[in-house]
C-alpha cells in the first residue's frame, strides 16, 4: 500500500517571484513572469488559462525540467524544504520522482518506447527507494492494480505502443506516484483522452490525492476540469496570476476580467441556444510584452491606467487576489 502523507499547517510548496526567460536567435522570451503562491498538503491547486500562458512551463521550471544552456530561472522555488533553484544537479535527481514527481500531457512521449511498462515503473522504484529490481516489479503491478488497470500482471510486460491513450494515462499515474511523493504536478493530462476516460481518469486522480494527502498542481485551460479537482484556482495571462482564489470564488464571482472572458467563452453553465462570447485578439507575443497590463489590448473595460504599469495584486475581502486597476481601490496592494 501507498504510505499516507501527512497533512501538515505549513507550505510544502513555496514559490516567490519566479521568473522564467528563454534565450534564442529570435531573441529572450518570458513565458513566466514573478509568479508567486504557497501549496499546503493535501491542497490542489489549478493552473487555468489560454494555450501559451506560461501554465507547462511553470511546472517544469519547479522540477528544473527546462533546457538549462537556453533557459535562466531566477526567484525562489522550495518544494518540502528544497531550495530547488540552489540544489545540484544530483540532489535534483534524488527530488524528481521521490518528493516531486509529474504527470506529462501525453504519456506516448514520457514513456521510453524500448522499455516495458513493468521495467521502468520497478527502475524508477529500485532507483529511489533502494530496493531490488524484483521488489520494485512488486511495487509495479501494486501500483497498476492502484490506479485500476485491467489485467495489471499481464500489463507489466506490455510496451507503451501496446496500450490504449486511457491505459497509458494511467501507467503514467502509477508511474508518477510509485515512489509516494509530496507533491504531485499534473499537466493536462486528460486533454487528448475521449470524455468518457478522462471522467474516469479525473474521478482517479482526485481519489489517490484525498486517500494518499498529497499537494497537488492540476495544470488545465478547461473550466469543468478545474471545478471537477481543484481547491484553488489561479487563472494565468501572459506568464503572471492575473487571479486567484477558491474554486467557488473565482467561478461563480470572478473579478478579472480576462476570468469573466473566460468563464463567458465556455459551454459550461450557459443556457442553451446562448450565443457564445469571445475574448477578441491573440495572447501577447511574450518577446514583447506591453509596459502595463498584458491584457490591456484584448480588454474591453481598458483605460489609460492599465497601459501605464503592472496592476499590482490586490486581496478582496473574499480572499480572491486579483491584478486589475478595477479591483476594489479601498483594499491595500498585497505586495
Known amino acids: 500500500m501507498l504510505t499516507q502523507i501527512p497533512t501538515q499547517l505549513s507550505s510544502i510548496v513555496d514559490v516567490d517571484d519566479l521568473t522564467v526567460e528563454f534565450h534564442g536567435r529570435e531573441g529572450t522570451v518570458r513565458p513566466v513572469n514573478g509568479v508567486a503562491f504557497s501549496l499546503k498538503a493535501g491542497e490542489v491547486l489549478?493552473?487555468?488559462?489560454?494555450?501559451?500562458?506560461?501554465?507547462?512551463?511553470?511546472?517544469?521550471?519547479?522540477?528544473?525540467?527546462l533546457a538549462p544552456d537556453r533557459t535562466r530561472i531566477t526567484g525562489h522555488v522550495e518544494v518540502a524544504g528544497h531550495d530547488v533553484l540552489k540544489a545540484s544537479g544530483r540532489s535534483m535527481a534524488a527530488l524528481r520522482g521521490s518528493t516531486i514527481s509529474m504527470i506529462f500531457q501525453e504519456p506516448m512521449t514520457a514513456f521510453d518506447p524500448v522499455y516495458t511498462i513493468g521495467d521502468q515503473i520497478a527502475e524508477m522504484v529500485a532507483q529511489?527507494?533502494?530496493?531490488?529490481?524484483?521488489?520494485?516489479?512488486?511495487?509495479?503491478?501494486?501500483?497498476?492494480?492502484?490506479?485500476?488497470?485491467?489485467s495489471a500482471k499481464r500489463r507489466l510486460d506490455a510496451y507503451p505502443h501496446e496500450l490504449s491513450g486511457g491505459l497509458r494515462q494511467r501507467a503514467m499515474i502509477a508511474l508518477a506516484l510509485s515512489c509516494s511523493p509530496r507533491v504531485l504536478l499534473a499537466d493536462e493530462p486528460t486533454t487528448a483522452?475521449?470524455?468518457?476516460?478522462?471522467?474516469?481518469?479525473?474521478?482517479?486522480?482526485?481519489?489517490?490525492?484525498?486517500?494518499?494527502?498529497?499537494?497537488?498542481?492540476?495544470?488545465?485551460?478547461?473550466?469543468?476540469?478545474?471545478?471537477?479537482?481543484?481547491?484553488?484556482?489561479?487563472?494565468?495571462?501572459?506568464?503572471?496570476?492575473?487571479?486567484?482564489?477558491?474554486?467557488?470564488?473565482?467561478?461563480?464571482?470572478?473579478?478579472?476580467?480576462?476570468?469573466?472572458?473566460?468563464?463567458?467563452?465556455?459551454?459550461?453553465?450557459?443556457p442553451r441556444g446562448t450565443r457564445l462570447q469571445t475574448i477578441p485578439g491573440s495572447p501577447p507575443d511574450l518577446r514583447m510584452l506591453p509596459p502595463g497590463c498584458s491584457f490591456e489590448p484584448r480588454c474591453g473595460e481598458a483605460i489609460d491606467r492599465c497601459?501605464?504599469?503592472?496592476?499590482?495584486?490586490?486581496?478582496?475581502?473574499?480572499?480572491?487576489?486579483?491584478?486589475?486597476?478595477?479591483?476594489?481601490?479601498?483594499?491595500?496592494?498585497a505586495e
Not at 128 to 138: L, N, P, Y
Request: hydrophobic letters at 40%; aromatic letters at 4%; one cysteine or more.
Open 46 to 65: 489549478c493552473i487555468l488559462g489560454e494555450s501559451g500562458s506560461g501554465k507547462s512551463v511553470t511546472l517544469r521550471a519547479l522540477m528544473r525540467l
Open 128 to 150: 529511489h527507494k533502494g530496493v531490488s529490481r524484483r521488489a520494485g516489479r512488486t511495487r509495479a503491478l501494486e501500483m497498476l492494480e492502484l490506479v485500476q488497470v485491467p
Open 193 to 270: 483522452l475521449d470524455a468518457t476516460v478522462q471522467a474516469q481518469i479525473l474521478l482517479l486522480l482526485r481519489s489517490l490525492q484525498q486517500e494518499l494527502g498529497m499537494a497537488v498542481i492540476f495544470v488545465t485551460h478547461d473550466l469543468g476540469v478545474a471545478a471537477e479537482v481543484s481547491d484553488r484556482i489561479a487563472v494565468m495571462y501572459a506568464g503572471r496570476f492575473v487571479e486567484t482564489g477558491s474554486v467557488r470564488d473565482v467561478l461563480q464571482d470572478p473579478v478579472h476580467p480576462y476570468t469573466r472572458g473566460l468563464l463567458s467563452s465556455t459551454v459550461h453553465g450557459q
Open 307 to 333: 497601459r501605464a504599469a503592472i496592476p499590482p495584486p490586490y486581496t478582496l475581502k473574499s480572499g480572491q487576489c486579483v491584478r486589475c486597476v478595477h479591483a476594489p481601490q479601498d483594499l491595500v496592494p
